[in-house]
């Protein structure tokens, strides 16, 4: 009975990983010069894939391989820049994604046919090699050829281009001609998370300035995304700009573009507009926001203070009041001309003089 609970262990274990063959291509029955043809196994959160060729290669018919002629001459480099390639596309169905652990490829070729096959991806548009070229034989039998690397969690489509160059443009060769599937994805396919935006912090106070003065001293904060099935938008309130760089850039609305479901942690910086009238701009929300996720906000809070008055009050004097031992009579001239204040603050301190502080903008 433990054997029997060991196994069943085991299986689920292998199940839920879904490593193993996740597409595959067996172009036996071919005539070779077909436009495309369909892959003939797929995992069951893939769409189903069509492999076709690059448009600087011909069509060449040869039973049992998907074929052509018209390769670069030299090296991978010419390839890529004459379109010389074959290309299949993975593309997980929605809710899934897929990482790939390497690519198993069958090919044959004439006597003066491919001499060097690559395989790039559509993840950096074609830029680099994954795994490394590999040297095709100079022979007219089946070879094969595994390419290893790890392309992990894409929630989006990826093309995948085999390039080769050839011995004469002449020559002919493609995929396929041996035993079992031509073309082999090893990997995985698992299923996405739900969309998820993570902010650093749900609220930002204490932006202020002057009328006149403005915009604010920026502050900042940070947001990520994970699971993503779309971009990250982030919009701010009506008296709030925000920037992806600090000290420029300000707008709204900003977008934060996710790859293969993921945006990167990003500071986001964020300042009261100038041209503001005097008062109370509080509880203000920037908005981040991405389909089927759950919005998240930074509320805002900060003030735009009155013009210093232009004048201060004079003569002003104190004397003992009534009683002398509790009162005490100030009296003084309004400040006039310019801008006026509304009121006068009066500071006093049972110590001493130098105990009094100056009051500060901003601070009851």
Same mark, same amino acid.
């Given at each position: 009975m433990k054997k029997l609970y060991f196994l069943f262990a085991i299986m689920v274990f292998s199940v839920s990983t879904g490593w193993g063959q996740i597409l595959t291509f067996e172009f036996s029955a071919l005539a070779g010069n077909e436009v495309s043809a369909a892959s003939n196994s797929n995992d069951a959160n893939l769409t189903s894939s069509t492999i076709t060729r690059g448009v600087g290669l011909t069509a060449a018919a040869n039973g049992g391989r998907f074929n052509a002629t018209s390769w670069a001459l030299t090296s991978i480099a010419n390839a890529v820049s004459g379109n010389d390639y074959m290309e299949i596309t993975i593309t997980p169905n929605s809710g899934y994604q897929f990482t790939v652990s390497s690519i198993y490829v069958q090919l044959r070729r004439s006597a003066t046919g491919p001499s060097g096959i690559a395989i790039r991806s559509s993840v950096d548009n074609y830029a680099t090699n994954l795994d490394h070229e590999y040297a095709i034989v100079d022979t007219t039998t089946t070879q094969n050829f595994t390419f290893t690397f790890t392309q992990a969690n894409s929630a989006s489509a990826v093309t995948y281009r085999f390039y080769m160059w050839a011995e004469s443009t002449l020559g002919s060769g493609g995929i396929g001609d041996g035993t079992g599937n031509d073309i082999i994805v090893n990997g995985a396919v698992t299923t996405l998370g739900s969309p998820t935006i993570t902010v650093s912090t749900s609220s930002l106070t204490n932006f202020g300035y002057v009328e006149g003065s403005g915009p604010s001293s920026e502050q900042s904060f940070t947001i990520e995304g994970s699971n993503l099935t779309n971009d990250i938008s982030i919009s701010a309130s009506t008296n709030y700009e925000i920037s992806k760089t600090s000290g420029s850039g300000f707008t709204s609305p900003l977008t934060l573009t996710?790859?293969?479901?993921?945006v990167s942690n990003t500071t986001i910086y964020v300042r009261l507009k100038a041209g503001l009238l005097t008062g109370n701009y509080n509880s203000e929300n920037i908005t981040a926001s991405s389909t089927d996720a759950t919005n998240k906000t930074v509320t805002c809070s900060g003030t735009v203070y009155k013009v210093e008055p232009t004048n201060h009050a004079t003569n002003f004097a104190s004397a003992l009041g009534?009683? +002398?031992? &509790?009162?005490?009579?100030?009296?003084?001239?309004?400040?006039? $001309?310019?801008?006026?204040?509304?009121?006068?603050?009066?500071?006093? +301190?049972? &110590?001493?003089?130098?105990?009094?502080?100056?009051?500060?903008? $901003?601070t009851a």
């Open positions: 996710q790859s293969d479901g993921t009534s009683p +002398s031992h &509790t009162a005490m009579d100030l009296t003084w001239t309004d400040a006039t $001309g310019g801008t006026l204040p509304d009121v006068y603050l009066i500071k006093g +301190s049972s &110590t001493s003089y130098v105990a009094i502080v100056d009051p500060v903008d $901003g």
